[in-house]
């Protein structure tokens, strides 16, 4: 695929192209399963797995994946604009109860075709995005480090993976959810939920570990809402996510789909932070023709 690399003029999505600059950067300018029974018998169904409502449900989700500590992620991200998309994937482990994980991010081709770059390992902790392997003239001994508290999406989207913690803190403004019904997942019995996530009330039910991002996301966005699809197993345990974001530049919308899936829970995960002298802070380029970024 080749993918047309220009810029976008500010907001989240120009940090998400600062994210894997000299590789994909979307444009300001250019641009999920299942069915209800439809007899009430979907519901039914719900209220024999995790108990209460599906938004309630649904909302606790932050809650058990603390309750569980641990597991390992996949992740993509992709994103449609003016009829290109671009998917950017990810894999590695995450400690929920620290809210520390490890993500090595694959980048796709760049617009010549060349071959895939090297993947960017992420390190996210609370407040903080690192990346490694970051390009656009860091050091590859050296690490990019990022607060995620003043990011306008919150790191929903900032580095091509959204961070596993804001993503199930978000369901927590979960409304309007309905049961879809039940499915398999890598060989789990899930159910299937679809609804909105109202961003101000993520912020306000947020952990307060999180807030401070929650906070940030709920003013980053076009809209006030975001739609997601959920399957969580029949503990309550968060198997997969889809969030729907749309962003409004100075041209058509960009939409961004952002899907986290959950296995091998109770994984060990060992996270190493980077010293203070193992950080890079000069001047980073944003793009071939941009200007640079500290």
Same mark, same amino acid.
């Given at each position: 695929?080749?993918?047309?690399q220009?810029r976008?003029g500010?907001?989240?999505?120009?940090?998400?192209?600062l994210?894997v600059?000299?590789?994909?950067?979307?444009v300001?300018?250019?641009s999920?399963?299942g069915?209800?029974d439809?007899?009430?018998?979907g519901?039914? +169904?719900? /209220?024999?797995?995790? !108990?209460?409502?599906p #938004?309630?449900v649904? @909302? =606790?989700? &932050?809650e058990?994946?603390t309750? *569980?500590g641990s597991?390992e992620?996949r992740?993509s991200?992709e994103?449609?604009?003016?009829?290109?998309r671009?998917?950017?994937?990810?894999k590695?482990?995450?400690d929920f109860r620290r809210q520390?994980?490890?993500i090595?991010?694959?980048l796709p081709?760049?617009?010549?075709?060349?071959e895939e770059h090297?993947?960017?390992?992420?390190?996210?902790a609370?407040?903080?995005?690192y990346?490694?392997?970051r390009?656009?003239?860091v050091?590859?001994?050296?690490?990019v480090r990022i607060d995620?508290?003043?990011?306008e999406?919150?790191?929903?989207v900032?580095?091509?993976v959204?961070?596993?913690?804001?993503?199930?803190e978000?369901?927590?403004?979960?409304?309007?959810?309905?049961y +879809?019904? /039940?499915?398999?997942? !890598?060989g789990v019995e #899930?159910?299937?939920? @679809? =609804?909105t &996530?109202?961003?101000?009330r993520? *912020?306000?039910e947020?952990?307060?570990?999180s807030?401070g991002?929650m906070?940030?996301?709920a003013?980053?966005f076009?809209?006030?809402?975001?739609p997601f699809?959920?399957?969580?197993?029949?503990?309550?345990?968060?198997?997969?996510v889809?969030?729907h974001?749309?962003?409004a530049?100075e041209?058509?919308?960009?939409a961004v789909?952002?899907?986290?899936?959950?296995?091998g829970?109770?994984?060990?995960v060992?996270v190493?932070?980077p010293?203070?002298?193992d950080i890079?802070?000069?001047?980073?380029?944003q793009g071939?023709?941009?200007?640079?970024?500290?």
């Open positions: 695929m080749v993918v047309q220009r976008c500010g907001g989240p999505l120009a940090v998400l192209a994210a600059a000299g590789v994909v950067s979307v300001g300018g250019c999920g399963t069915g209800d439809g007899d009430g018998a519901e039914r +169904v719900a /209220r024999a797995g995790p !108990a209460g409502t #938004v309630a649904v @909302r =606790g989700a &932050a058990a994946l309750g *569980a597991a992620a992740t991200m994103t449609s604009a003016g009829g290109t671009v998917t950017i994937r990810g590695g482990a995450y520390l994980g490890e090595e991010v694959v081709k760049d617009a010549a075709g060349a090297r993947p960017i390992t992420e390190l996210l609370p407040g903080a995005l990346m490694k392997n390009g656009a003239g050091p590859d001994d050296k690490w995620t508290t003043s990011l999406d919150g790191n929903l900032t580095g091509g959204t961070d596993p913690t804001a993503a199930a978000l369901l927590r403004g979960a409304a309007e959810v309905t +879809v019904g /039940r499915t398999e997942l !890598a #899930v159910r299937h939920y @679809r =609804g &996530a109202d961003l101000g993520a *912020a306000r947020a952990s307060p570990s807030r991002a906070a940030a996301a003013k980053g076009s809209t006030d809402t975001v699809d959920v399957y969580l197993d029949d503990e309550g345990l968060l198997r997969k889809r969030h974001f749309t962003f530049t041209g058509p919308a960009v789909v952002s899907t986290m899936l959950l296995y829970f109770g994984a060990p060992s190493e932070l010293r203070g002298a890079y802070t000069g001047r980073v380029q071939r023709s941009g200007p640079e970024t500290p």
